[in-house]
């Protein structure tokens, strides 16, 4: 990317990986990444006094929830910055999914005079003398950018890289603008934070409350007998604020995370499903292409038979594309985009957690599949859940290890009567 003039070659085995053609920026981008980029890419051109901003970034829709594509060079040197990287995420805030990434390709010009390369052995980080103005630099270009997008989302590819209009001309004084920006950003945060605390306080306290001693249950065939510990005493269920679902005990309330409890048992179902060479599918009436980056194509080729047994079908369809027709049964989403997020889930475990492929394949499409926070239930879903983590070696805990319900004892209920 550092050098779209020049021409590049990869080659793997016997198979050609990448040929790639001199051409612009924009262009370089599109043969590495696909050819979706080429409508989700944003032109960034600021220069200042100090540094000059170039690149590109991408929709805010099109972020995903893996990091990798983001990309900085200085003087067309690539290098890592979690400092810069904030100054981008930041220009996103507000417009991106939780935990999602933004595409980016950023170019700085600098006086070598202003910057130390020796900070790092493999020179991939760097120190400026003004980090702050650099920060509030690549912040307002980032921003400048997504503003034009909105008012100008196509790109002509055919034209020089640069095609976006400035919002304003001329150098502003990017530290001031930062600092105001920064302060107006406070005090509205401030603002609603106090109102989240007058309206939730009550209620976060009475959750808090009797967290610290949840018990751990060991769901045995023994629980339908009338003296186990834990039996109901109906089957009234219920959802609290589309997150929770609770449901009487014996002696008292189970109050379950619903994403969570989905998530293990999801979890425990693919692990077993995947010892199996094939597992059970729902075939799809319009089979769906899914266009891969080529690293993201090797990748599935690695882990074919594990995606299948799983219960994804599909085949190669092009050089770096399948064709899917069919997704794990009893779970619902569109082909692509569950294939998509498996495979972006993917990747986030194996960077994050030294894990074996198997057990990453069944958390990664569990995190994927699960019910979300948010997700109203009709009862037939609720007590099916319910169900299946009774079922579960590990009930108390997801795959994460975040827990999967607590008891809100009965005597604790009676406590805030004074009885």
């Keep these: 990317m550092a050098y779209p003039q020049k021409s590049f070659q990869l080659i793997h085995g016997d198979q050609l990986i990448h040929d790639l053609q001199p051409g612009k920026l924009s262009q370089r981008i599109v ?4 050819k979706s980029y080429q409508q989700q890419l944003a032109a960034c051109n600021e220069e200042t006094a100090l540094v000059k901003v170039t690149g590109y970034v991408g929709r805010p829709e099109s972020a995903k929830k ?16 979690n400092y810069l990287n904030h100054a981008v995420s930041t220009a996103f805030e507000g417009l991106l999914p939780e935990g999602s990434y933004p595409f980016y390709v950023l170019f700085m010009e600098i006086d070598p005079k202003h910057i130390d390369v020796n900070v790092h052995p493999t020179k991939t980080e760097i120190k400026f003398d003004d980090e702050r103005a650099v920060y509030a630099v690549v912040r307002s270009t980032v921003r400048q950018a997504l503003g034009a997008h909105n008012l100008s989302p196509a790109i002509d590819f055919s034209s020089d890289v640069n095609v976006m209009n400035k919002l304003s001309a001329g ?18 945060k401030a603002n609603l934070d106090n109102w989240e605390k007058l309206l939730h306080q009550e209620e976060s306290s009475a959750l808090r409350h009797g967290i610290e001693n949840r018990p751990f249950i060991r769901f045995e065939s023994a629980l339908n007998r009338e003296d186990a510990p834990h039996h109901f005493e109906e089957r009234t269920v219920f959802q609290l604020h589309n997150k929770y679902v609770v449901r009487a005990v014996r002696d008292g309330l189970m109050i379950m995370d619903q994403e969570a409890v989905h998530e293990r048992v999801l979890y425990e179902k693919f692990l077993l499903q995947m010892k199996g060479a094939v597992g059970n599918s729902q075939q799809s009436l319009f089979p769906q292409t899914v266009e891969l980056s080529p690293a993201d194509f090797a990748l599935v080729m690695e882990v074919e038979n594990e995606i299948k047994a799983l219960g994804f079908r599909f085949e190669v369809f092009g050089k770096s594309a399948v064709l899917v027709s069919g997704i794990p049964a009893d779970i619902s989403g569109g082909e692509k985009e569950l294939f998509e997020g498996l495979i972006e889930q993917f990747k986030i475990y194996q960077s994050e957690l030294s894990i074996p492929l198997k057990e990453n394949l069944a958390r990664s499409l569990a995190k994927r599949a699960a019910i979300k926070s948010g997700q109203k239930l ?6 099916a859940l319910v169900e299946g983590l009774f ?3 590990n009930p108390n805990f997801s795959p994460g290890g975040s827990p999967t319900f ?5 005597s604790k209920i009676e406590n805030c009567f004074n009885r």
């Design 391 to 393: 079922a579960c070696n």
């Design 406 to 410: 607590f008891i809100f004892d009965a």
């Design 66 to 81: 893996t990091r990798g594509e983001q990309f900085f060079f200085v003087n067309n040197r690539f290098i890592k910055s």
């Design 378 to 383: 009709q009862k037939e879903e609720m007590e």
């Design 171 to 188: 150098n502003r004084d990017f530290q001031e603008a930062y600092r105001n920006e920064q302060f107006s950003n406070s005090l509205n």
């Design 31 to 34: 043969a590495l990444f696909g």
